[in-house]
């Protein structure tokens, strides 16, 4: 990208102002490059973005940043993902544009990939959440009550509970809800 010659797009009021100090004749539009430009860093031929707690970000016209959406999505490790995924993906390569996000959005929207595949195959694919969420703490209660008959057989043990745990060999806990519907028995061997 030439100083000189740079097509106009987003990052020339900012790339003007800090090689040259041209500012538009509108002292709102000037004091908002003033501010604006105080974030971005021109190395070489490029600009960057400063971040507070990440490295600077490669600022990328329309044509670039289409290119890295489509890669990041299409290429060869591609992962098909949401737009605030990519977005996020983006950020940790190292790139920025303004409208970083809403463009990675409708990039989605947009790309009908893997719907085509889907369709091709006769598959309809839907969104869906658990239908039970309550039920997903079973597993954090079932480590509790296996955690308690831990501690119960080894709480004499303080320090040394690396030591005692292989005499444990079979330790079996029985934890059932109140129901008694969903009752399981684990048997944990060490």
């Given at each position: 990208?030439?100083?000189?010659?740079?097509?106009?797009?987003?990052?020339?009021?900012?790339?003007?102002?800090?090689?040259?100090?041209?500012?538009?004749?509108?002292?709102?539009?000037?004091?908002?490059?003033?501010?604006?430009?105080?974030?971005?860093?021109l190395?070489?031929?490029?600009?960057?973005?400063?971040?507070?707690?990440?490295?600077?970000?490669?600022?990328?016209?329309?044509?670039?940043?289409?290119?890295?959406?489509?890669?990041?999505?299409?290429?060869?490790?591609?992962?098909?993902?949401?737009?605030?995924?990519?977005?996020?993906?983006?950020l940790?390569?190292?790139?920025?544009?303004?409208?970083?996000?809403?463009?990675?959005?409708?990039?989605?929207?947009?790309?009908?990939?893997?719907?085509?595949?889907?369709?091709?195959?006769?598959?309809?694919?839907?969104?869906?959440?658990?239908?039970?969420?309550?039920?997903?703490?079973?597993?954090?209660?079932?480590?509790?009550?296996?955690?308690?008959?831990?501690?119960?057989?080894?709480g004499?043990?303080?320090?040394?509970?690396?030591?005692?745990?292989p005499?444990?060999?079979?330790?079996?806990?029985?934890?059932?809800?109140?129901?008694?519907?969903?009752?399981?028995?684990?048997?944990?061997?060490?």
């Amino acid at each position: 990208m030439d100083i000189d010659n740079v097509p106009h797009n987003w990052m020339t009021p900012i790339i003007q102002y800090l090689t040259y100090s041209n500012l538009p004749n509108n002292p709102d539009s000037a004091k908002k490059i003033r501010m604006h430009a105080s974030k971005y860093l021109l190395l070489g031929k490029d600009l960057y973005r400063r971040r507070i707690s990440t490295p600077i970000l490669k600022c990328l016209n329309d044509d670039q940043a289409n290119y890295v959406m489509r890669e990041i999505q299409e290429g060869i490790c591609g992962t098909h993902s949401g737009g605030r995924t990519m977005a996020a993906k983006i950020l940790r390569v190292g790139y920025y544009w303004p409208t970083l996000s809403q463009d990675c959005h409708m990039f989605v929207k947009k790309y009908r990939r893997f719907n085509k595949f889907l369709e091709g195959l006769h598959i309809k694919h839907m969104v869906m959440s658990v239908e039970h969420p309550q039920t997903n703490g079973q597993s954090e209660a079932a480590n509790k009550v296996i955690l308690h008959e831990l501690k119960r057989r080894l709480g004499s043990a303080k320090g040394k509970w690396a030591e005692k745990l292989p005499r444990c060999y079979g330790l079996s806990v029985y934890a059932a809800n109140h129901n008694k519907r969903n009752s399981f028995l684990a048997y944990l061997w060490y």
